[in-house]
């Protein structure tokens, strides 16, 4: 019965431990006891075999041995492992590799392999303990430029359009806040909830069912169109304030008509416009690696074409920013002068002149672009999103439920309602009637005037 064993010579040994890894698998040669003829000769080419790697070093050590007079098998390359010379009727053990072609294995394994009597290799090498091992799964990865910002713009503008819609509940059901100002924002409003409400319900489907194309295309068209409408009803906000403050005359000059006009038919060209060229040119993502809401709609997806509708979008904001310059020029000319009640009037509206910002869009000019890459391009991802997100909700906030307007005018519907509750009961307070009075008459002039 054949003898397992490790090969005894520290060169074996060497041998034995090359896993693959790299590391040099001979040690220095020790041939006591072995006739040679030249010793210094095989002395040589296990140097150079030390320098050599894989196969290479196989073939010096084999070159060395063929020097070597006693009967055994000579080192041998199977394309996995380097076996060392070893003595005829043995097993030849070897640590297994720890690595082959990407797969981790158990190195704490032996591979065999066994030497025929006349010294010659058997055909079949054991490497039936050599398993690979199991690797952990991978951690689920966390990529805040995708799915944080979407969770934000999710909840932004959920609460955006809980205010829009209450903010255009109050303005249109009380008569008392019915004018031409308050009918633009109404419109304003309108865009934001319709623009939100597309969003959100393109997200829900996206995540939840399976798109039709047609589906796709409709909602796509209808999200871009009411958000295209939002920056126009920008604008129209822009001209009214600019023909209100700079040009020294109503803006009830230009009939309301004229600014649906603007709002509502001038987005319609331009959309209609990229729906006709969509068609025709390809998107420009990365297919390869789409993200992780990518659906197979490739109307969602950006193109070039797709500046039909940003470029106005753009020029809608420079425009805007313009008239804000424009407005702050004279408000600045204007506090120059005598401390009338006009100019306490107007430096009132300088101190207002922030609430402009976000109602005229230029909240969009300080996010339009920011960096791609590392840390910096997560930060201005969320910044972004929480800004734009909740765009909806400061404007909302800012020209209805903070608005001294529209609080009197709940006001005084509250305290109307409680007298008319208190009259059943027989409890009327005179005084606060005829304050309740006065303030009718005077919110009835006060629309054009307070914003």
């Avoid at 054949?2 to 040099?24: R, V, Y």
């Avoid at 996010?367 to 909806?392: D, K, W």
Wanted: neutral net charge.
């Amino acid at each position: 019965m054949a003898n397992e064993t490790m090969p005894t010579t520290p060169t074996a040994a060497a041998i034995a431990a090359d896993d693959g890894s790299g590391g040099s698998p001979f040690g220095e040669a020790n041939v006591t006891g072995i006739s040679v003829e030249n010793p210094s000769l095989v002395e040589g080419l296990l140097a150079l075999a030390m320098n050599a790697s894989g196969a290479e070093r196989c073939r010096l050590q084999q070159q060395a041995e063929e020097l070597l007079q006693d009967v055994a098998c000579p080192s041998f390359f199977d394309m996995v492992s380097c076996w060392p010379r070893t003595p005829p009727g043995t097993l030849a053990v070897l640590p297994c590799f720890a690595e082959l072609k990407g797969v981790q294995y158990d190195s704490s394994q032996n591979a065999t392999r066994f030497c025929n009597v006349d010294g010659t290799w058997d055909n079949y090498t054991d490497y039936d303990r050599c398993e690979h091992l199991e690797q952990p799964p991978p951690l689920p990865s966390f990529e805040p430029e995708i799915e944080l910002p979407t969770l934000i713009y999710f909840v932004g503008y959920s609460i955006s359009l809980a205010a829009l819609v209450l903010a255009v509940a109050v303005l249109v059901y009380f008569k008392d806040l019915r004018c031409l100002r308050n009918t633009i924002h109404v419109n304003l409003f309108l865009t934001y909830i319709m623009s939100s409400s597309l969003w959100i319900l393109i997200l829900s489907l996206q995540i939840t069912v399976k798109l039709e194309v047609a589906g796709c295309i409709f909602l796509v068209t209808l999200f871009h169109y009411f958000s295209t409408t939002n920056f126009f009803w920008m604008l129209v906000e822009g001209l009214y304030l600019y023909m209100l403050v700079v040009q020294t005359f109503s803006g009830d000059t230009l009939r309301f008509r004229k600014y649906a006009i603007i709002g509502w038919g001038g987005p319609l060209i331009f959309v209609g416009a990229w729906a006709i060229a969509k068609p025709f040119f390809g998107s420009v993502s990365n297919l390869e690696h789409p993200s992780k809401l990518e659906i197979e709609c490739s109307w969602m997806r950006e193109s070039h074409i797709d500046w039909i509708i940003q470029g106005p979008s753009c020029a809608v904001l420079v425009i805007n920013l313009i008239f804000l310059l424009r407005i702050m020029w004279v408000l600045i000319t204007k506090l120059r002068s005598a401390n009338t009640v006009e100019t306490r009037q107007y430096r009132k509206a300088s101190k207002a002149l922030l609430v402009l910002i976000p109602l005229l869009g230029i909240t969009y000019l300080i996010v339009i672009y920011g960096p791609v890459e590392g840390v910096g391009s997560h930060i201005f991802a969320i910044t972004r999103a929480i800004l734009l997100s909740t765009q909806g909700f400061v404007v909302s906030l800012l020209y209805c439920f903070l608005n001294s307007e529209v609080r009197q005018t709940l006001r005084h519907h509250f305290y109307r309602w409680r007298d008319e509750r208190n009259i059943l009961s027989g409890k009327v307070n005179n005084h606060h009637r005829r304050t309740v009075e006065y303030s009718i008459v005077t919110m009835k002039h006060s629309c054009v005037l307070r914003d």
